[in-house]
């Protein structure tokens, strides 16, 4: 499995992939990924390539990724190169419309990518009293309801409820939900 | 007793070092290194070791502490990147000479592409020009396996041992085997015996010299025999190419053969690139028509391949001469190597996709809420024309709102203040134009306090300003002697006061102030230069403000809105105090407030210039 997870500083991209890093791990599988730290957390764009299985490199290359998460929008669109023909996008968006119309609909239709927009920024606002932090655990839930990279939601709670720090854990496990249902 | 976790490469260091039995280590913050000291101490904390485990003021400071543990006997380490090394290349350079009697292992991490840095330098480079041993591994797991055997063989050979990674081993995420055991070490003796042999002076350093190259010689051979490092992958099908790899191109290009399913290459991987096991790859390259060679950053290996006429590398051409080695990069060499036309097709699409749908290009800039944002508008508001010297570290973003317009290395605005003074006076202008130099608190204990003492006994007129935010925020909240803290648990330190300093280098105005008071503070910064430029003399205003991500202080609770009504569209707040928490609307022309990155901390308000931007009222 390799996962490019795309995002901006302070969206709790490396919160993710260490979920799912626990989660392969405890497959048994082996694991390995890369994060870029330092100027990331400034609100520059943030990337973290994950792979699980038999890999050497960190880094998942253009034209290789089964997913790609997307917490922005933007980083989306700059990001999408990473998918393989017939991957699988998850992206934070309230405009569906900008990965149908255009050149971008046309190479989507073309390798056989499916997109699953997420409306995280709407769905919190309205459901968590605009807590955006709980964005990253939410996209984790549609990860899972994808049925793009053979998680099940049992495996998924269980390791986000255990690198949760206590006091976000029903706040963490609300957000999958929401992102497992939207 | 062992177990499997995912670590991050720096982890997988620190780990290493803890149960090589380390007993003393030390280190100067710095991306992409700057995880391990803290792992260090945590591990220690587990495994129940006595590892002193310190921050140093600066690199410099932090690898001479580790070489006089290294002294009484002790295995000790120093952890730096790779910019770091030029910080601490005196004592570097002057150790390596020396036969030392415990082991001393320095960890330095390169970061080609620079994602973090000044500069792209190698310090394989270092290692060959200190004449040391040097490692440089491909993935986590292997850098733990090398730390282990290059305190090995410090031990052995008395030698100064260096690990090298790569930003992409620091970083990455993988499964390692760790243990449980500690090596035991022997009790800390200073040696006095022979006489003279911890003094470099020039009578005494020749008797050294030949031994010193003399042991970089046998470890030749060692590595040449260490084949856990360098080993041949042999292809499946007869070879067409063959590669040298080094580090975590290693890894990259295996992937990519798999990905590729190319069985017609062969590869060499040199695990130890200084001194290198010659005789390996001679034989390698004897026996391929081509070869391509690939390391991070500079030819480094290459450089010391004796015969280059079948190598495809950076002297002719073959390889970009920089930036980082990345998969994209590694496939198009390859194909080109194998003479196999790129498909370059889905690029041009990217590029429409780009175009049509523009997506925001994000540089780095300060933090919502971060304190040094109203510090450097608050001087650009008084004087738009001030020469704003800066320096590494966060602050140094404030580039984004066109507040800083030089930096060069951690300390070098107090220095570069001074020259640029130096530089009006010497054209007889003296004092017209405002000189303000900015670093930060880690950054002034650094070598900040070094360029403060100088200018004040040169009499150079310009303000300092300390932006203190109790933190060395930069490379990701680490501590340093003004905040006393250490990483530890059941450690105490003591808070060293910037105050007390500054006027101990001898300064006679300071003033101490909270950056979010805007308004308040403008009659300060005109007063501070005030009386730098009529005493000659440097002033120093420290802006205090507990950083605000790195700390998680939440500041007071003073929502804002901006009032469409008032807005004329000016952008001043968006251009000069450029917070991710005011955004343009395109649509209106005017700014509005992205509650998804406002802090609520309500300082623009002092900001807008029509009073547009207005307290909204309520509560946390």
């Given at each position: ?76 669109i700059r990001n999408v190169s990473f998918l393989r023909p017939g991957g699988t996008l998850i992206v934070n968006c309230d405009d569906p419309a900008r990965f149908e119309a255009g050149a971008m ?78 | ?472 925020a930069m490379t990701g909240g680490q501590d340093h002697p003004g905040t006393g803290d250490k990483m530890r648990s059941g450690e105490e330190g003591v808070s060293v006061s910037i105050e007390e ?65 008032a807005c004329i569209g000016c952008g001043l707040c968006i251009r000069d105090f450029n917070c991710p928490g005011l955004v343009w609307d395109q649509a209106t022309g005017k700014a509005m407030v ?27």
């Amino acid at each position: 499995m390799r996962i490019v997870i795309v995002g901006v500083g302070g969206q709790g991209i490396l919160f993710s992939s260490k979920v799912l890093g626990e989660i392969a791990l405890r497959r048994g599988e082996k694991v390995v990924g890369s994060e870029v730290h330092g100027m990331s957390q400034r609100g520059g764009s943030v990337i973290s390539h994950f792979k699980s299985g038999d890999h050497f490199g960190p880094l998942v290359q253009v034209g290789d990724a089964d997913v790609v998460l997307a917490f922005d929008t933007d980083e989306a669109i700059r990001n999408v190169s990473f998918l393989r023909p017939g991957g699988t996008l998850i992206v934070n968006c309230d405009d569906p419309a900008r990965f149908e119309a255009g050149a971008m609909g046309e190479y989507l239709r073309d390798k056989d990518i499916k997109v699953l927009p997420v409306d995280g920024y709407g769905i919190l606002r309205e459901r968590m009293r605009g807590r955006f932090l709980f964005l990253n655990v939410m996209i984790l839930g549609a990860l899972v309801a994808s049925d793009s990279s053979g998680l099940s939601m049992e495996d998924m709670e269980s390791a986000v409820a255990d690198l949760s720090p206590e006091r976000f854990r029903d706040d963490n496990l609300k957000a999958l939900n929401l992102g497992f249902e939207r | 007793m062992s177990e499997r976790r995912i670590l991050l490469g720096n982890e997988a260091i620190a780990r290493g070092v803890v149960e090589s039995g380390c007993a003393v280590a030390t280190a100067y913050p710095g991306t992409p290194s700057s995880e391990i000291l803290p792992a260090i101490a945590a591990y220690s904390d587990e495994m129940g070791t006595n590892t002193q485990v310190e921050w140093g003021a600066n690199e410099k400071v932090a690898l001479e502490m580790a070489i006089g543990a290294c002294y009484a006997g002790k295995r000790s380490c120093a952890v730096m990147k790779q910019v770091g090394l030029n910080v601490a290349a005196d004592p570097f350079m002057s150790v390596a000479h020396q036969k030392l009697d415990g082991g001393l292992l320095v960890v330095v991490s390169d970061d080609p592409g620079c994602h973090a840095s000044q500069d792209d330098q190698d310090s394989r480079a270092y290692a060959a020009a200190a004449k040391i041993p040097c490692f440089d591994p491909s993935d986590a797991r292997e850098a733990k396996a090398m730390v282990a055997d290059a305190f090995d063989l410090a031990d052995r050979y008395g030698v100064m041992a260096m690990l090298r990674p790569t930003v992409r081993v620091d970083h990455c995420r993988q499964d390692v085997e760790i243990m449980d055991d500690v090596v035991s070490q022997k009790d800390a003796v200073f040696d006095r015996k022979p006489a003279g042999k911890r003094i470099v002076m020039p009578a005494v350093i020749h008797g050294f010299l030949d031994d010193h190259s003399d042991r970089f010689e046998a470890i030749r051979g060692e590595f040449g025999a260490m084949d856990r490092y360098n080993f041949e992958v042999p292809s499946e099908e007869p070879a067409k190419l063959g590669v040298i790899a080094c580090g975590i191109s290693y890894s990259v290009v295996r992937d990519i053969l798999n990905r590729l399913g190319r069985k017609d290459v062969s590869i060499l991987k040199i695990g130890t690139p200084v001194p290198l096991p010659v005789n390996l790859v001679e034989d390698f390259v004897d026996r391929h028509d081509r070869v391509l060679i690939l390391e991070e950053t500079q030819p480094v290996v290459e450089g010391q391949i004796p015969n280059r006429t079948a190598v495809m590398g950076r002297w002719n051409g073959w390889v970009p001469k920089t930036g980082e080695l990345v998969p994209e990069v590694v496939e198009s060499l390859l194909l080109r190597a194998l003479g196999v036309e790129e498909d370059l097709s889905d690029r041009e699409v990217f590029n429409k996709i780009e175009e049509e749908l523009s997506p925001e290009k994000r540089r780095p800039r300060l933090c919502p809420g971060c304190s040094h944002r109203p510090a450097y508008f608050s001087i650009r508001k008084v004087f738009p024309d001030a020469v704003v010297a800066s320096d590494i570290g966060c602050y140094g973003l404030a580039i984004a709102q066109n507040a800083v317009d030089t930096n060069i290395c951690m300390g070098g605005s107090v220095t570069a203040a001074s020259g640029i003074y130096l530089a009006f006076k010497a054209d007889g202008k003296g004092t017209d134009r405002p000189i303000f130099a900015t670093l930060g608190d880690s950054t002034f204990f650094h070598s900040g306090m070094t360029g403060l003492a100088t200018a004040v006994y040169n009499r150079h007129a310009f303000v300092l300003v300390i932006l203190d935010n109790r933190i060395t925020a930069m490379t990701g909240g680490q501590d340093h002697p003004g905040t006393g803290d250490k990483m530890r648990s059941g450690e105490e330190g003591v808070s060293v006061s910037i105050e007390e300093a500054v006027k101990g280098c001898g300064v006679k105005w300071l003033s101490v102030l909270d950056p979010y008071d805007i308004e308040k503070n403008k009659k300060t910064i005109e007063k501070a230069w005030e009386h730098a430029s009529s005493n000659r003399e440097p002033a120093v205003i420290v802006f205090r403000h507990p950083c605000i991500t790195m700390l998680k202080v939440k500041p007071e609770y003073r929502p804002v809105k901006v009032d469409p009504s008032a807005c004329i569209g000016c952008g001043l707040c968006i251009r000069d105090f450029n917070c991710p928490g005011l955004v343009w609307d395109q649509a209106t022309g005017k700014a509005m407030v992205d509650d998804r990155y406002c802090v609520n901390c309500g300082v623009c308000v002092a900001v807008c210039p029509k009073g547009a931007i207005v307290p909204e009222g309520g509560d946390r």
